[in-house]
C-alpha cells in the first residue's frame, strides 16, 4: 500500500507536546505547530523551534514558537503571517493526502493571560481553515481540543465548520488585512525559518519523500519567507490566494 502522508497542524494555544512526540521520527507526517512559546515559560514549556524532528522525521517537524509575551498579544495579523510565511509554502511542498487540525481555540480572543491571551479572531481561523482546504484536495478534518471560553469556541467553531461546509464567510475586514505583523512575530517567524534552513543536510529516507523534495521545500519556504517578512501587508498576503 502506497503511504498516506499527513499533515498535522496543531493550533492551539499551548503547544502540541504529545502530537509531536507520536510523530517525532516519523516523515510521513509532517508536524506543525502554533503555539505560545515565550522561551519554555508559558505551559508546557516545550515546542522549540530547534525541535525539529528526528532521523528520518528531521525537518518534518516544525514549531511556531510565538516570543514576546503578550507584548502586544498575537492576532490576526500574526497568524495571518506564519500561515503565509511558514505554514501554507512548507504544506503544499509536502502536498499531503490528507490535513489533520489539532482545533484547538484557546488562542481566540476572549483568554485571560494565564490561558493564552492572545486576540484572535473566530473569522480568522475560518479563514485559515479555507486555507487549509487548498491541500490534499479538500480533505481536511478538524478535531476539536482545546478551548476555555465557550463564546470564543462556539465562535471560532462556527466559522471553522463554515469553511469546511464551502460556506460563504464573511470577509476578513480591510483594517486586518492592512495590519503588519508585531515586531515578536517577525522575529518568531525568522527564528523558524532560519532553523529549519539551515537543516538542509538532513537526510531523508521516507518511502516517498526524496532529499530533493526537502531541499525544494526549504529553497522554497526561504523565499516566500523573504518576501512575506520583508514586505509584508497583509493584502498582499491574502490576494493571492
Ligand atoms: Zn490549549
Known amino acids: 500500500l502506497p503511504c498516506l502522508l499527513h499533515l498535522l497542524t496543531v493550533q492551539d494555544v499551548h503547544h502540541g507536546n ?4 507520536v510523530f517525532y521520527s516519523d516523515p510521513s507526517v509532517l508536524y506543525i505547530s502554533l503555539h505560545r512559546y515565550d522561551n519554555g515559560n508559558f505551559f ?9 524532528g528526528a532521523s528520518p522525521g528531521e525537518g518534518f517537524n516544525v514549531n511556531v514558537g510565538w516570543m514576546g509575551g503578550l507584548n502586544p498579544p498575537m492576532g490576526d495579523a500574526e497568524y495571518l503571517a506564519a500561515f503565509r510565511a511558514v505554514v501554507m509554502p512548507i504544506a ?8 489533520l487540525v489539532s482545533a484547538g481555540f484557546d488562542a481566540v480572543e476572549g483568554h485571560s493571560s ?12 475560518g479563514f485559515l481553515t479555507r486555507q487549509l482546504m487548498s491541500l490534499a484536495g ?7 481540543e482545546g478551548g476555555h471560553d465557550l463564546k470564543a469556541i462556539c465562535d471560532a467553531s462556527e466559522a471553522c465548520v463554515s469553511a469546511l461546509l ?17 515586531e515578536n512575530a517577525v522575529l518568531s517567524l525568522q527564528k523558524v525559518i532560519q532553523i529549519h534552513g539551515e ?17 525544494g521545500l526549504v529553497a522554497l519556504w526561504k523565499i ?7 514586505s509584508l501587508s497583509m493584502g498582499s498576503l491574502t490576494s493571492d490566494r
Open 199 to 215: 537543516n538542509t543536510t538532513c537526510h531523508v529516507t521516507s518511502r516517498t519523500i526524496s532529499n530533493m523534495t526537502l531541499r
Open 44 to 52: 508546557p514549556g516545550s515546542g522549540h523551534p530547534s525541535e525539529v
Open 18 to 21: 504529545g502530537t509531536q512526540e
Open 92 to 99: 503544499h511542498e509536502f502536498s499531503p493526502d490528507v490535513v
Open 224 to 230: 516566500h519567507a523573504v518576501s512575506a517578512i520583508a
Open 166 to 182: 464551502g460556506m460563504e464567510v464573511e470577509p476578513l475586514s480591510q483594517s486586518v488585512l492592512d495590519q503588519k505583523p508585531c
Open 138 to 144: 479538500g480533505k481536511v478534518v478538524l478535531a476539536l
Open 114 to 125: 494565564s490561558l493564552g491571551g492572545y486576540k484572535v479572531t473566530a473569522k480568522c481561523f
